[in-house]
């Protein structure tokens, strides 16, 4: 896990290439290097030391023949597996990393060996020979880049505050709409006019810096076996037993639900050695609707874990606020952010990498939404038909968040599911061209998920948050050897629920845990805003202060709410944090 920088152009220089790594120390606190290739063009990296911590795995690593280098942000899960190859082939390793062995099989298959990658990573690999400069980034977007592109420069970069630390900015406004629907900007936008974000599973080959041409990484489409619940436990423990191996202590992120509960069982079977885990636990009051400390005690006791318990009440978030604040690249609007950034705070004396279940319920059908678009499919023309009245039937937020939502199509049916409220009809386009025609209609919305929420969600929250610690995250359900089964499965009952994991939970006598009820990972803000406390007063005058400095940027549906932010405390709570954490990265950031 690490930072990596690019300049090419005119601005490039010695000076403004450090700055993008000092602004992104945290990430690779272990290392750091620049270096010119050639005149007008600077790469920088910020190295955080995950496997093989001898200088000689420091980057930019070189070549033996000094014709090419890299620097690698990641991890290349199957190394061994292209070492053996490489070996073969007569190359000589001098160290036990997978960045040199990434080195070695760019430098011999190029851009056409990136299908055979499985990991997490975004990486520059130079040719010096050619002038050529090949960028990746993964199937999944795991690990983030960002690039600005003018006619005289090209900067790219792992987090947004190295490109902003080379050169001005205009904020982007126009972004609060899709941030106040979908809690994130625009896929592939940032709230930076001009920085963008390097699209998952996209490479390119640069031999200018003003020249850029996309190809896409195929998405693995693994073995002939059919998929079963046997080839899935099978890849899962394979999986499992590959991820939680490091050079540093490994942790969990355990809530004690379905996905982590069942990765640790995995490890803790095959293995007998326990790892230190990391739970949230809410004051006792919320703790019947926030039950993750509770549920993740009882499996400790089951199976041995190095239990740790992170206590959050309002005091601990106000305490924390601030810092935390400092250490967001790119606000997304999920309270999980705050809580993932806690856990590495109190991780990062122990640990360097947690594990956590991120990407299960996307690829799965974890969520609610996506039983709420299943009952929709069930008996469309009925819903269609019947829904406007059905709407103002006094069943609770639920009925009606799901009866007005549905629409004739099954696309826009799904936004109006994943938006916090349904968005408008010219926002919908730049959603509609993300889901996948060719997909059946209910493997097309997880796909959808995979592509978005995922990404600029879980993702860019979980390496946010724990890489602002120098802790890195590894996902192991998004393994590609899983996302290829995951893409061969066409029976939608396999894709809602999680049947195989919760399977699975049953066998290793954790059943308990299979039928526990989905909660969110998130804090009680319902109940404390509906508090008469510091931090709905706090929250309540910064969004009104935020309407009167930068309101006149807003629609009309933000403003409401930034105005009288009281009334949205019972049925747009999420929506009211959300706000209050951009108000605040945006003063000290915009």
Known sequence: ????????????????????????????PDQSAIYSPWNG???????????????????PFWAPDGNSLLILN???????????????????????SDTEVLLHYLKIFG???????????????????????????????????YYAQSPDNLVISSE?????????????????DHYFYFRAPAPGKTFHRGISAWKPGRYSTLFRHDTFRWDTLPVPQGDNEPPSQTSFAKLLEKTVLNQFHADVPVGLLLSGGADSSLLYSLWYRKTGTSLPAFTIQVEKKYRSKY?????????????PTDHHLIDIDQNAFLENWEEYIRSVDLPIGDSAGFLTWMIGKKAKSEVKVLISGAGSDELWGGYQRHAAFDKYLQLQRFWCKWADYLKKLPFG??????????QLDPNTTFLNFSA???????????????????????????????????????LKVHDNALMAHGIEGRSPYLDSSLLGLWQRVEDPALLLGKPWIKNLLRENELGWVADRKKFGFGLPLQEWLSESGELSKRVFATLKEFDKTQGENFSNPVRQILRNPESGVKTQFLTLYNLFLLAKWSKLRL
């Open 397 to 406: 937020k639920n009925w009606k968040k799901f009866t007005s939502g549905i």
């Open 420 to 458: 916090l409220q349904n968005p408008p009809t010219e926002m919908i386009g730049d959603y509609e061209r993300i889901f996948n025609p060719k997909l059946p209609v209910y493997k097309r919305m997880l796909d959808f998920d995979r592509q978005v929420y995922l990404v600029q969600d879980v």
């Open 41 to 59: 063009l600077w790469i920088g990296v910020n190295r955080l030391k995950i496997l093989h911590h001898g200088p000689d795995a420091d980057q």
């Open 74 to 96: 990641g991890e290349i899960y199957n190394f061994q597996e292209l070492r053996r190859l490489l070996t073969k082939m007569g190359i000589e390793f001098i160290t036990q």
């Open 111 to 145: 851009q056409k060996g990136l299908q055979k990658l499985n990991g997490m990573f975004s990486f520059i690999y130079i040719d010096l020979i050619s002038k050529s400069v090949l960028v990746a980034r993964d199937r999944n977007g795991e690990k983030p880049l």
């Open 160 to 176: 947004l505050r190295g490109i902003t630390a080379f050169q001005a900015h205009v904020p982007d406004w126009d972004q609060v």
């Open 291 to 303: 039950a993750d400390g509770d549920q993740a005690i009882r499996f400790s006791k089951q199976i």
């Open 1 to 28: 896990m690490c930072g990596i920088h690019l300049i090419w152009g005119k601005k490039a220089s010695k000076k403004s290439i450090q700055a993008l790594v000092d602004a992104t120390h945290h990430r690779g």
